[in-house]
């Protein structure tokens, strides 16, 4: 993503969607992928709350975090 392109709310919307639902599906609470991304789980809820934008930096890392293998 280029610096003057913006995230579009939507794919904000879906990048939140599939981290809660990847994290649900493991059976992870915000603190544990928290401390898997090496953040404050106040990001974490932050971030699912649509607080950050853009979200897909943050969204690779939790993936990423979760086993998750993203191609870009």
Not at 1 to 16: I, N, R
Not at 20 to 45: C, H, M, N, Y
Not at 49 to 55: M, Y
């Amino acid at each position: 993503m280029s610096g003057t392109e913006q995230e579009h709310p939507h794919d904000t919307e879906d990048l939140v969607r599939l981290v809660s639902i990847t994290r649900q599906e493991l059976g992870w609470d915000q603190a544990k992928l928290a401390a898997a991304a090496g953040i404050p789980e106040s990001d974490v809820a932050s971030f699912e709350a649509q607080r950050i934008v853009p979200a897909k930096p943050l969204a690779l890392r939790f993936l990423e975090a979760m086993g998750v293998v993203v191609q870009s």
